[in-house]
């Protein structure tokens, strides 16, 4: 049973260089989620694709961040010149939408810490 | 744009208490998720609730969604440590059918003490 992976788990960066984390969905899934969460808070929304198209972005997400998903199906966020605020966990959820119906299911994120 | 508020921040609680978790919408909910989260892993997903009234049960945990479907309750029964966590609601956001992004509430920390 293969759920939603993450990659790396865990990444410490220098201010100002960049960081990329990739994410697998579930294989028949055809939507994927990206989200930040920050220590006492629930996830924000920053992205998401249908197949390998974004729909969406959130404010949240600046010009230095950039998703992809060239092939629907694992994905990219790439970080550039990383920022000591960009410290949080990025936590990455597919899902497969059926007659109106969806269920997120997500990865154990990259915790990312900015020093 | 539509915020869930989650009551109580915290809870601690002797094993073998029942306890109720509320996530409360600034709007009318779509769709409404529960997730729970171990601290410094993803959510593992609970359940969802969509209509009015409705009322879901896995092992010793039930949610609802009130009729007016702004606010939802989580109830767990005779809790144990492996309920320990923090609990998340999340409401398919913007009121539309076809945004599958979520909003969450800023969780519920639970402690069950042995």
């Known amino acids: 049973d293969t759920g939603v992976s993450q990659d790396p788990r865990h990444k410490i960066t220098k201010r100002g260089q960049n960081v990329t984390f990739r994410c697998d969905p579930i294989s028949e899934h055809n939507r994927l989620y990206w989200y930040r969460q920050t220590l006492g808070q629930g996830p924000e929304f920053l992205t998401y694709?249908?197949?390998?198209?974004?729909?969406?972005k959130s404010r949240l997400l600046s010009d230095r961040f950039s998703a992809e998903r060239p092939k629907g199906s694992f994905s990219t966020l790439e970080i550039q010149r990383t920022e000591q605020g960009d410290s949080a966990m990025y936590l990455c959820?597919?899902?497969?939408?059926?007659?109106?119906?969806?269920?997120?299911?997500f990865g154990p994120g990259t915790r990312l810490l900015v020093l | 744009s539509q915020e869930l508020e989650q009551s109580p921040q915290s809870l601690i609680v002797q094993e073998g208490k029942n306890l109720t978790i509320n996530c409360t919408s600034s709007?009318?909910?779509?769709?409404l998720y529960w997730y729970k989260q171990k601290y410094g892993e993803g959510l593992i997903f609970l359940m969802m609730?969509?209509?009015?009234?409705e009322e879901k049960s896995h092992e010793k945990i039930t949610a609802k969604l009130d009729e007016k479907k702004q606010q939802s309750s989580l109830h767990i029964t005779a809790s144990q440590p492996s309920h320990a966590g923090i609990y998340l609601c999340g409401a398919a956001g913007g009121g539309s059918s076809n945004t599958g992004k979520l909003i969450f509430g800023q969780g519920t920390t639970l402690q069950v003490k042995p």
């Open positions: 609730l969509q209509k009015g009234g």
């Open positions: 709007k009318t909910l779509y769709g």
């Open positions: 959820a597919s899902s497969q939408r059926r007659g109106g119906e969806e269920t997120q299911y």
């Open positions: 694709f249908q197949n390998e198209a974004q729909l969406e």
